[in-house]
């Protein structure tokens, strides 16, 4: 089932989309209980290691429905130091804006109900985006909600500096093929409980 358009989301663009959109959505969803905490825990450790590799500020995302807590992943890069940000979506068809955030600091709800930094906080630009797929391919390309945000903000991002950009999510949202269109961007890793997907043509 898709999110309602009542939250401000859009149906993936094509019905191929819609159909992969849909299974991987469903493998998520079922995966409860110890085996979803094991595979969150294994992501995590892998999606740390991986960045300590990289350098700035990282922009993580508060998770919606199903997705890969990142709360692990949070804790783990505040102990290593690293500063934080949190998208905020201040307007449609725009990229996200990224405000920063401190484990602890108070949220309040965005336009799609979720939580995000206070009006008031700094915006920054990350130069590293950790951000949650619902379905992706070998080749990195992935599935969103069908609102584009992040097709829009990694090149908005990108003009400014180089910027890194790591999926997270667990294996069972993998899919063969990715339908990508000419506005899709890839993200240039995937960490999931099996291990790191680099980015390929192939």
Request: with cysteine.
């Amino acid at each position: 089932m898709l999110i309602p358009s009542i939250l401000g989301f859009n149906m993936p663009t094509t019905p191929e989309k819609a159909a992969l959109h849909s299974v991987a959505k469903e493998a998520r969803h079922a995966l409860r209980g110890d085996e979803r905490k094991r595979a969150t825990l294994a992501v995590t450790e892998r999606a740390v290691l991986r960045l300590t590799e990289t350098k700035g500020l990282i922009g993580l995302y508060e998770p919606f429905g199903d997705e890969l807590h990142p709360g692990l992943l949070m804790e783990g890069l505040a102990v290593s130091g690293r500063t934080l940000a949190l998208p905020c979506t201040s307007k449609w068809n725009h990229p996200l804006i990224f405000r920063a955030w401190a484990i602890g600091e108070p949220l309040v709800k965005g336009r799609m109900n979720i939580p995000e930094p206070q009006p008031d906080a700094p915006e920054v630009w990350p130069d590293v985006l950790v951000v949650p797929p619902v379905a992706f391919d070998r080749r990195c390309f992935r599935i969103g909600y069908g609102a584009g945000f992040y097709d829009r903000t990694i090149p908005a991002l990108r003009s400014i500096h180089p910027v890194f950009v790591l999926g997270v999510a667990f294996s069972c949202q993998e899919v063969e093929v990715v339908p990508d269109e000419p506005h899709d961007v890839p993200l240039d890793l995937i960490a999931t409980e099996r291990g790191l997907i680099i980015a390929s043509s192939t």
